[in-house]
């Protein structure tokens, strides 16, 4: 089997534990306002590559996932569920292999209908844009509103989350977001690590190069002292996992 590919990192640190290979999927129906490879979206762009290419490049540096504990694949995106019989064909043959999976999500699609996926993943790391729609919409012009449902569900049967929110100046980052997050957080029982990511201009000129308009282009980051208010108003909550 074969799919399109954004491009793929050896040996990253901070896309789930251990070590890691990235593989970035092609394609995301999603139109984040602060995306970073806005010229992942459109699927014809990618370079086509087949699922025994993929498994060999990961077993070169095996050895390192190994060794690092519970390192192994992360695929991302794009969105990893825009091409979803090839996602579970990868994430099936690295665990033949022997190989830890994790699956970094949008959650835009109803994972539940993936068993697949599911069986196959051992870690879902969960993108949440925003827990009241209207800030959802304005975050990813998408009116499909359903991405909290997949984290409930993929906690109700006791597959491991980690959560990564993107404080986003204008858009998630009142009072009233980050009340909504933690009230979603209440929600889940199988949650070990919280991200909470400043907005970065990381990625920026690709959106010129691929003939975007970026409406955070005068938008800066979040002050560090800001973003650790949230996270300590989050850890006031008694929450069992890790807040970052």
Not at 59 to 72: E, R
Not at 79 to 95: D, N, T
Not at 149 to 178: M, Q
Request: proline share 3%; charged share 25%; with cysteine.
């Amino acid at each position: 089997m074969t799919g399109r590919i954004h491009s793929y990192f050896t040996l990253s640190a901070i896309d789930g534990p251990g070590l890691r290979f990235v593989l970035f999927l092609q394609g995301c129906r999603l139109r984040c306002v602060y995306c970073h490879n806005p010229d992942s979206w459109v699927y014809e762009n990618g370079k086509e590559i087949s699922v025994d290419e993929i498994i060999s490049e990961i077993k070169k540096n095996q050895i390192f996932y190994d060794a690092s504990g519970t390192g192994g694949l992360t695929i991302s995106g794009g969105e990893p569920m825009f091409q979803p019989e090839f996602c579970a064909k990868i994430l099936s043959e690295a665990k033949n292999n022997g190989i830890h999976t994790a699956l970094d999500t949008s959650g835009s699609v109803d994972i539940s209908q993936y068993g697949e996926i599911i069986t196959n993943t051992d870690l879902f790391i969960l993108d949440i844009k925003a827990t009241d729609k209207d800030v959802y919409k304005s975050i990813t012009s998408d009116t499909n509103f359903n991405h909290l449902k997949n984290g409930e569900f993929l906690s109700a049967i006791g597959k491991k989350l980690w959560i990564r929110y993107v404080l986003t100046p204008g858009f998630n980052d009142k009072e009233s977001d980050i009340d909504g997050l933690i009230d979603y957080l209440k929600k889940l029982n199988t949650v070990e690590r919280l991200y909470i990511i400043p907005y970065s201009k990381l990625g920026e000129n690709k959106w010129a190069e691929c003939g975007y308009e970026n409406v955070l282009l005068n938008t800066q980051s979040p002050s560090p002292e800001f973003v650790e208010e949230v996270r300590k108003r989050i850890g006031q909550n008694g929450f069992n996992f890790k807040i970052l």
